[in-house]
């Protein structure tokens, strides 16, 4: 088996290692220190030398607990001791000092969560933060965090991935945030490298055959009664903008601009953003009412208010289509699916969802496949014909 090549040990180094079985990887510069990695992903910096009595291997401490640059000083020492014979003990580690993982959690709260965040994004951030991560880390000098910890946090989480995987993104960010603040040195991150554990989506696409009944339903809704006109108004437009339900049930008339084709929301999950109209949906929204006194689109049931359930709605029209586990969220993924068969690419499906980054996009990246699939297949059958 080869073994691994020998390499100036750094902490940005040693934190990449990840092994399957045991090994120790030697530093280029200083002969007989190196660092033992564990499958767990727990690394120990050692130092061996061989003295009067033989050779001898001494753990001189833990990665994520002293720096790369420290554990050489105290391996320099201690292989000078291993071969004048004296004993071969590091020297102590001074304890780590400084703000907590306790105080970072609430600073991080209060100055960026508190003011940058989305109240739906506030709750899940401090729950995740206070129910999970200040109860297993908070007591810990933020310098004494290491990888073995954030490992030890994310698989005691492992029976909810997803929290887990939050979890681990939310330590990222403080610890980013922190090194912006001076809180701590730069590059001292333990979160990187941690691989997030796969956590499935349920991503349902509605065929042509059931967009049919699904609008056959909400047509006998209109006429037989079921659903408020708001309801039905909004779950069509979800089916024809594939904007997020929030966007649609907030909306206000003062940003709609039927002339242009176009809602220009001022606010939405990723912010003010312009949504562009088909011609149905400005056909829909021309044709909606408008309440003296009340600027939203969709009015609720009280004066003044905007609707703000669907769900109901949405069994009710499900039922009669016969669509029982379609959700309302997978009229947005159907619009992308629907987009994806007409041909669009990934960018400009992601402008018409409103994604931030395209890494979101990303999931419908297989049915993007397919349909280059199907592309050329029609292509070469075309091509086949000719040649025959």
């Given at each position: 088996?080869?073994?691994?090549?020998?390499?100036t040990?750094?902490?940005?180094?040693?934190?990449?290692?990840?092994?399957k079985?045991d090994t120790?990887?030697?530093?280029?510069d200083?002969?007989g220190?190196g660092?033992r990695?564990?499958?767990?992903g727990?690394k120990v910096y050692?130092?061996?030398?061989r003295?009067?009595?033989?050779p001898?291997?001494?753990?001189?401490?833990?990665?994520?607990?002293i720096?790369?640059?420290?554990?050489?000083?105290?391996?320099?020492?201690?292989?000078?001791?291993i071969?004048a014979?004296?004993?071969?003990v590091?020297?102590?580690?001074?304890?780590?000092?400084?703000?907590t993982?306790?105080?970072l959690?609430?600073r991080?709260l209060?100055?960026?969560?508190?003011v940058?965040?989305?109240?739906?994004t506030v709750?899940?951030?401090r729950?995740?933060?206070?129910?999970?991560i200040?109860?297993?880390?908070?007591k810990?000098?933020?310098?004494?965090?290491?990888?073995?910890?954030?490992?030890?946090?994310?698989q005691?989480?492992?029976?909810?991935p997803?929290?887990?995987?939050?979890?681990?993104?939310?330590l990222s960010?403080?610890?980013?945030l922190?090194e912006?603040?001076?809180m701590?040195?730069e590059?001292t991150?333990?979160?990187?490298?941690?691989a997030e554990y796969?956590?499935?989506?349920?991503?349902?696409?509605?065929?042509?055959?059931?967009?049919?009944?699904l609008?056959?339903?909400?047509d006998?809704i209109?006429?037989?009664?079921?659903a408020?006109?708001s309801?039905?108004?909004?779950?069509?437009?979800?089916?024809?903008?594939?904007?997020?339900k929030?966007?649609?049930?907030?909306?206000r008339?003062e940003?709609?601009?039927?002339?242009q084709?176009?809602?220009?929301?001022s606010?939405?999950k990723t912010?003010a953003?312009v949504?562009?109209?088909?011609?149905p949906?400005v056909?829909?929204?021309?044709g909606?009412?408008r309440?003296?006194?009340n600027?939203?689109?969709?009015?609720?049931t009280?004066?003044?208010?905007?609707?703000?359930?669907?769900?109901?709605?949405?069994?009710?029209?499900?039922?009669?289509?016969?669509?029982?586990d379609?959700?309302?969220h997978?009229?947005?993924h159907?619009?992308a699916?629907?987009?994806l068969?007409?041909?669009?690419g990934?960018?400009?499906?992601g402008?018409?969802?409103?994604?931030?980054?395209?890494?979101?996009?990303?999931?419908y990246?297989?049915?993007?496949?397919?349909s280059?699939?199907?592309?050329a297949?029609?292509v070469?059958a075309?091509?086949?014909?000719?040649?025959?």
């Open positions: 088996m080869t073994k691994p090549a020998m390499k040990l750094s902490n940005r180094l040693v934190r990449k290692f990840t092994v079985k120790v990887y030697w530093d280029r200083l002969t220190f660092v990695v564990y499958p767990t727990s050692i130092a061996q030398a003295g009067p009595e033989g001898k291997r001494v753990a001189v401490g833990r990665h994520g607990v720096h790369a640059d420290q554990a050489r000083k105290r391996a320099a020492l201690v292989i000078a001791r071969k014979g004296e004993e071969a590091p020297e102590p580690i001074k304890p780590a000092v400084g703000p993982v306790a105080e959690a609430k991080y209060a100055e960026y969560v508190s940058r965040c989305k109240p739906r709750k899940t951030l729950s995740v933060v206070l129910r999970h200040v109860p297993a880390l908070g810990l000098p933020l310098t004494a965090v290491g990888r073995a910890h954030v490992l030890g946090l994310h005691s989480l492992h029976e909810t997803a929290i887990a995987n939050q979890a681990v993104r939310t960010a403080m610890y980013r922190a912006e603040w001076g701590i040195p590059r991150n333990p979160c990187r490298a941690i796969p956590v499935g989506r349920r991503e349902r696409f509605l065929t042509e055959a059931e967009f049919d009944r609008g056959r339903a909400l006998r209109e006429t037989e009664g079921g408020s006109a309801a039905v108004a909004a779950i069509r437009l979800l089916i024809l903008t594939g904007c997020r929030s966007e649609i049930l907030t909306l008339w940003e709609v601009a039927l002339d084709a176009e809602l220009r929301l606010d939405s912010g953003r949504v562009s109209l088909s011609e949906a056909k829909l929204l021309a909606l009412p309440t003296p006194g600027p939203w689109v969709l009015p609720g009280k004066p003044g208010t905007h609707l703000r359930k669907l769900d109901d709605a949405w069994q009710s029209v499900r039922s009669r289509a016969g669509l029982h379609v959700r309302l997978d009229l947005r159907s619009f699916s629907r987009a068969a007409l041909g669009e990934l960018s400009t499906i402008k018409l969802l409103g994604h931030a980054r395209i890494e979101t996009t990303s999931r990246a297989h049915l993007a496949r397919d280059v699939r199907e592309s297949e029609r070469a075309s091509i086949a014909e000719d040649l025959l």
